[in-house]
T-cell receptor, first 114, second 114 residues
Framework: NAGVTQTPKFRVLKTGQSMTLLCAQD?????MYWYRQDPGMGLRLIHY???????AKGEVPDGYNVSRLKKQNFLLGLESAAPSQTSVYFC?????????????FGEGSRLTVL | GDSVTQMEGPVTLSEEAFLTINCTYT??????LFWYVQYPGEGLQLLLK?????DKGSNKGFEATYRKETTSFHLEKGSVQVSDSAVYFC?????????????FGKGTKLSVKP
């Protein structure tokens, strides 16, 4: 029972490089989210999606793009990485219409931008 | 906008000590409240929740009561164990605001010594 799977788990980039983080969920959830976690800042929402083909901006969207071409996948892209994007990134999903609010999280992807 | 404030850590306790982690919130309407826990090297997972005033959420010996009059949702455990060492996040979900997205506090790191 995989749940939410993120790849890669670790990555080191140089400033200006691009990369994509992949999130895959096998629970048939409608909603998917990308958060970043920084020391002393908690989790901040980058982008989210309420269904296949839809995306929306969260609290800190600048410098990131996302796509949800398939229901089970949510991709987070960095077109030109900056040191300020060094962080741990978490993907999460939840079912549609569920008002209990539980999100299911992946194990995180640690990104370092030099 | 909606927000969550929780006590800053780190909190260090001896095994079998009593734990309280304070959490207060600001939100319009009637949000649902949550505690998530993050064990070292893992993603977040739901610990407990409460969806209306005076509800008590409980799980694994942890409890929290939704107090609308004080806008609080403090986490308590009567006797902590070493295995409770983790980062604890208070969160709210407000379907009347913030587009229904989870809003997290900054997290409180708990270390329990044997």
């Amino acid at each position: 029972n995989a749940g939410v799977t993120q790849t890669p788990k670790f990555r080191v980039l140089k400033t200006g490089q691009s990369m994509t983080l992949l999130c895959a969920q096998d629970m048939n959830h409608e909603y998917m989210y990308w958060y970043r976690q920084d020391p002393g800042m908690g989790l901040r929402l980058i982008h989210y999606s309420v269904g296949e083909g839809t995306t929306a901006k969260g609290e800190v969207p600048d410098g990131y793009n996302v796509s949800r071409l398939k229901k089970q996948n949510f991709l987070l892209g960095l077109e030109s990485a900056a040191p300020s994007q060094t962080s741990v990134y978490f993907c999460a999903s939840s079912p549609m219409g569920q008002n209990t609010g539980e999100l299911f999280f992946g194990e995180g992807s640690r990104l370092t931008v030099l | 906008g909606d927000s969550v404030t929780q006590m800053e850590g780190p909190v260090t306790l001896s095994e079998e000590a009593f734990l309280t982690i304070n959490c207060t919130y600001t939100a319009t309407g009637y949000p649902s409240l949550f505690w998530y826990v993050q064990y070292p090297g893992e993603g977040l997972q739901l610990l407990l929740k409460a969806t209306k005033a005076d509800d008590k959420g409980s799980n694994k010996g942890f409890e929290a009561t939704y107090r609308k009059e004080t806008t609080s949702f403090h986490l308590e455990k009567g006797s902590v164990q070493v295995s409770d060492s983790a980062v604890y996040f208070c969160a709210l979900r407000n379907y009347g605001g913030s587009q229904g997205n989870l809003i997290f506090g900054k997290g409180t790191k708990l270390s329990v010594k044997p």
